[in-house]
């Protein structure tokens, strides 16, 4: 069985500081791992993805994500916070026993970057 | 074209209606979903259709029932629903085929807003 935690519900964080959002996972054999953004009363858009090579991904709007295998994470980063990016991030891994592209997501972190 | 369309945006129906969603892609993606998402909770995964064929049901309650009439569209049928199947329903689509692991990202529409009463 696959599983994906992100440990946090709610991330705080002031304008132009550095976004750091939390996860890890649990599958058999390599993940692919996926960050997905959403904004209010809209579907998920793809942010970035990690299936080899560099363990630094980069993705869109300025969000990186650092897959770490000892450590089973994938955390999203980006350096400097805008307003614009309050919204809620999920992580989601598949992996290589997942039938049919299933895609398992964490419950999901609330950012809120205030002015 | 790089989008996932779906109508309505809105939909309220009483538990004894009939009424359908509506998904489009003209992606030539081949993989078809659709998502169950709850307020504030991740998507629950409903359906897989590959190349128009049912490949998944997430063991759903037959008042959903899906159709894919060709490549690029997505149905789900609605019936006899209950009032906790109020929701946000999302389709999505991807590369990719039921058989093999697709390292492919999942484009998704806007979704549905489903209430029931």
């Known amino acids: 069985a696959q599983s994906v935690a992100q440990p946090e519900d709610q991330v705080n964080v002031a304008e132009g500081n550095p976004l750091t959002v939390k996860c890890t996972y649990s599958?058999?054999?390599?993940?692919?791992l996926f960050w997905y953004v959403q904004y209010p009363n809209r579907g998920l858009q793809f942010l970035l993805k990690?299936?080899?090579?560099?363990?630094l991904v980069k993705g869109s709007y300025g969000f990186e994500a650092e897959f770490n295998k000892s450590q089973t994470s994938f955390h999203l980063k980006k350096p400097s916070a805008l307003v614009s990016d309050s919204a809620l991030y999920f992580c989601a891994v598949r992996s290589l026993k997942a039938a049919g592209n299933k895609l398992t997501f964490g419950g999901g972190t609330r950012v809120l970057v205030k002015p | 074209d790089t989008e996932v369309t779906q109508t309505p945006k809105h939909l309220v129906m009483g538990m004894t209606n009939k009424k359908s969603l509506k998904c489009e892609q003209h992606?030539?993606?081949?993989?078809m979903y659709w998502y169950k998402q709850k307020a504030k909770k991740p998507p629950e995964l409903m359906f897989v259709y590959s190349y128009e064929k049912l490949s998944i049901n997430e063991s759903v309650p037959s008042r959903f029932s899906p159709e894919c009439p060709n490549s690029s569209l997505l149905n789900l049928h609605l019936h006899a629903l209950q009032p906790e199947d109020s929701a946000l329903y999302l389709c999505?689509?991807?590369?990719?085929?039921?058989?093999?692991?697709?390292?492919?990202?999942?484009?998704f529409g806007p979704g549905t807003r489903l209430t029931v009463l």
């Open positions: 990690y299936i080899t090579g560099d363990n």
């Open positions: 999505a689509s991807s590369q990719g085929t039921s058989g093999s692991v697709s390292y492919n990202e999942q484009f």
């Open positions: 992606m030539g993606h081949r993989a």
């Open positions: 599958v058999s054999g390599n993940p692919y």
